[in-house]
């Protein structure tokens, strides 16, 4: 077999690589003969970006690239392109100050022309490496997949050159039948030119697989820059325990993307990946889960693995994730805080359980508490983030002063400064019941072009703020900018409670059984 497949990571943050990673050992273990390569632009200087990839043509003329493209949206609540995203649009939406309104317009404008030139960029890369690729091997084929793609594939299709395959979620399933010469068309992708892709094609269920340890040994002979993330212990480096999340959140793409059904890669492998990474020197590890435990259903292959973790004796190291707290037990409490778990993400939205049952989250969130002084109990003393998207779907007063409460009896659990509020507001994606719900109310229009935040009345919509709270939200947002710049979210909930008060906490742990846009949502 001469097939030559060089992986080529698309310009993203500093964030391992998981996804090539994976993807290539995977190859590796089925076609033992194929020759492979990762080539990793995170790590390359931006000038460097386009001789960096020739060179590596040059050297490895490869007859398939696969590119990873990560990131395309640009709304976050920290620095990103050209400042802080989420502060320039509340400058430019809601400040009074002409001045300020002016600051935010032009910190937009910095923010969408490194946008599109970062759309524009990949896209010529893309292009780049095939038209060289080509001078020694005409018939060399482009796979484009990764999470910006698996949301965006129907825009990207008009933009990538005739005959790229685009992938749409997990691509192991593809690259098989591609390596094997076999029909792939009914994998979740398409190819530019040639096929449209399937309705719903995001929806439909990914192969089945299960994973067994990655080889790092054979990884590190592929990928030279694999030792960068490995320098000093500075970053987190990436382990999955499994695929899927069996939730129904109504602005997440996970479910969709990943699949609702989920997939537990066994614990003795898991605990086999670790050590490898372990011997090399790895004490951080980010389980990359949509959920570490997603579902009460999964807390045994939770305990299996955190007991497994202990067994092998890497008692010096230290992991974090995103974890559903409703399903911690006292002894899963135990276990994470014995096996290094400092730090964890947990994503609740609203501190309301009204809000929560409209979002679709399945949250109980007088059992989150319950477990959270479980996990206190047991010794953590970390940090923890808590994401809230205020002005969700219903949100009034009430329901704010609710998160409040909610939030302040989560300091006194855990201590107000080990409790980090991060507040996002809610990005409205392709292919979730929120969009079908903006479709249904006239908030967006079917056919609307979801990259095209360049249009401001666009970027609002898709920023999901929307009045008659939305101002209340933006003044609110940036006076905590005013006030205190580097602990934003903190300022926020302060605010906040200036201006509205705190809820007793129990009205913020009850809610009525329906409501009109649950029955919307659940329509969608």
């Known amino acids: 077999m001469n097939d030559r497949i060089l992986y080529v990571r698309l310009p993203c943050n500093p964030i391992f690589p998981i996804g090539v990673v994976y993807l290539a050992d995977h190859v590796h273990k089925l076609f033992p003969d194929v020759a492979q390569r990762i080539f990793d632009l995170g790590t390359i200087p931006p000038l460097d970006f386009g001789s960096a990839l020739d060179r590596c043509i040059d050297e490895f003329k490869p007859t398939m690239i696969v590119y990873s493209w990560r990131d395309i949206q640009i709304y976050a609540p920290v620095g990103g392109r050209g400042g802080n995203p989420l502060q320039n649009a509340f400058e430019f939406y809601y400040a009074r100050n002409p001045f300020t309104r002016l600051r935010g317009a032009l910190g937009g404008l910095r923010m969408v022309s490194s946008y599109l030139t970062e759309l524009w960029r990949n896209q010529n890369l893309i292009q780049r490496g095939l038209k060289r690729a080509r001078r020694y091997s005409p018939q060399v084929r482009t796979v484009v997949g990764g999470g910006a793609v698996s949301v965006f594939y129907e825009q990207l299709g008009k933009v990538l050159p005739q005959g790229t395959i685009i992938s749409v979620g ?86 969709v993307v990943e699949g609702k059904q989920v997939r537990i890669n066994p614990a003795e492998e898991v605990v086999e990946e670790m050590r490898q990474l372990y011997d090399r020197g790895v004490r951080n590890f980010w389980f990359t889960d949509a959920q570490f435990i997603p579902a009460r259903r999964f807390m ?44 964890f993400e947990i994503g609740i939205t609203s501190g309301s359980q009204e809000l929560v049952r409209k ?34 779907i219903d949100e009034t007063f009430d329901t704010i002063r609710q998160t409040i409460a909610y939030h302040r009896e989560m300091e006194r659990i855990f201590g107000a400064d080990k409790v980090e509020p991060a507040i996002f507001f809610i990005g409205l994606q392709p292919h979730t019941h929120l969009e ?64 509205l008060g705190v809820a007793p906490l129990e009205e913020a742990l009850t809610a009525p059984i329906d409501s009109k846009a649950t029955k919307e949502l659940t329509a969608v």
């Open 170 to 255: 997990e691509g192991e399933a593809l690259l098989e039948k591609l390596l094997r010469g076999q029909d792939f068309s009914n994998e979740r992708c398409y190819v530019v030119g040639e096929t449209t892709p399937r309705d719903r094609l995001i929806h439909e269920q990914p192969a089945p697989l299960e994973k067994t340890a990655c080889n790092y040994d054979y990884i590190a002979e592929i990928w030279s820059d694999f030792d960068y993330y490995l320098q000093e212990g500075d970053f987190y480096i990436g382990v999955q325990t499994k695929r899927g999340c069996p939730h129904n959140c109504c602005y997440c793409v996970y479910t």
């Open 300 to 343: 045994g292959d939770a305990i299996e693995l955190l007991q497994k973790i202990m067994d092998a004796g890497m008692t010096d190291i230290h992991w974090a994730s995103y974890i559903r707290a409703d399903n911690l037990t006292p002894e899963l409490c135990d276990l994470m805080v014995k096996t290094g778990m400092n730090y």
């Open 359 to 392: 979002m679709r989250m399945g949250y109980n969130l007088r059992t989150v508490l319950q477990n959270c002084r479980d996990l206190k109990a047991a010794g953590f003393n970390d940090l923890v983030s808590i994401n809230y998207s205020f002005n969700v």
């Open 436 to 499: 079908d719900y903006a479709f249904k109310n006239n908030i967006l229009k079917r056919g609307y072009n979801p990259l095209a935040i360049y249009f401001p009345w666009v970027a609002k919509k898709l920023l999901w703020n929307p009045e008659p709270l939305g101002s209340f939200f933006g003044e609110v947002c940036l006076e905590a900018w005013r006030r205190n710049p580097n602990d934003f979210g903190r300022e926020v909930m302060n605010i906040l409670e200036e201006r």
